[in-house]
T-cell receptor, first 111, second 118 residues
Framework: LAKTTQPISMDSYEGQEVNITCSHNNIATNDYITWYQQFPSQGPRFIIQGYKTKVTNEVASLFIPADRKSSTLSLPRVSLSDTAVYYCLVDVNTGGFKTIFGAGTRLFVKA | KAGVTQTPRYLIKTRGQQVTLSCSPISGHRSVSWYQQTPGQGLQFLFEYFSETQRNKGNFPGRFSGRQFSNSRSEMNVSTLELGDSALYLC?????????????????FGDGTRLSIL
């Protein structure tokens, strides 16, 4: 099964762009890459999902190179409220979906 | 549109007891998954249900079980509770179907049930 690897933590300042890269070397043909955000004592919240190239929505962009062995979540102009844990994961269909979460990246945004 | 609802939000039990947690998915979602989150192990997949059938299971002992009802609501049960079962238990629902090859339907999580074992 595909496993993801992300930096454990990152620091940034308000107003900056933050890029979090995730490695998923064993990603399979059927796998999508999904990113979630989690605040303490809350469930993860869906941010963005992609299969290849670039995906953009109102809160983030996701860049996926042609080999799909990594992906980069880009958060434009972060604010203090973006301080959270960000998870990159792949969902694997093995006759039923089995979601594998990595350790996540703890982003701390400073004023 | 209502999100995923989990009850209760907090629960305190003692070792050896059993517990049942409940999850109401988003209307129209038929896939429900359960996760355990602890500081040491992070988010770990427990099992997934679709149309009242368990389709996949994580690496947890048989003390952890679940079921899904015809209205897609789901419950998970933990028997003979151990101290290590203290965790945040999360439920997620999705529009995923049984026939999809591509997992392009994201999961939507509830805020969990915080279970503490004394």
């Amino acid at each position: 099964l595909a496993k993801t690897t992300q930096p454990i933590s990152m620091d940034s300042y308000e107003g900056q762009e933050v890029n979090i890269t995730c490695s998923h070397n064993n990603i399979a043909t059927n796998d999508y890459i999904t990113w979630y955000q989690q605040f303490p004592s809350q469930g993860p919240r869906f941010i963005i999902q992609g299969y290849k190239t670039k995906v953009t929505n109102e809160v983030a962009s996701l860049f996926i190179p042609a080999d799909r062995k990594s992906s980069t979540l880009s958060l434009p102009r972060v604010s203090l409220s973006d301080t959270a844990v960000y998870y990159c994961l792949v969902d694997v269909n093995t006759g039923g979906f089995k979601t594998i979460f990595g350790a996540g990246t703890r982003l701390f945004v400073k004023a | 549109k209502a999100g995923v609802t989990q009850t209760p939000r907090y629960l305190i039990k003692t070792r050896g007891q059993q517990v049942t947690l409940s999850c109401s998915p988003i209307s129209g979602h038929r896939s429900v998954s359960w996760y355990q989150q602890t500081p040491g192990q992070g988010l770990q997949f427990l099992f997934e249900y679709f149309s009242e059938t368990q389709r996949n299971k994580g690496n947890f002992p048989g003390r952890f079980s679940g079921r899904q009802f015809s209205n897609s609501r789901s419950e998970m049960n933990v028997s003979t509770l151990e101290l290590g079962d203290s965790a945040l238990y999360l439920c997620a629902s999705s529009r995923r179907t049984a026939c999809e090859r591509y997992s392009n339907q994201p999961q939507h999580f509830g805020d969990g049930t915080r279970l503490s074992i004394l």
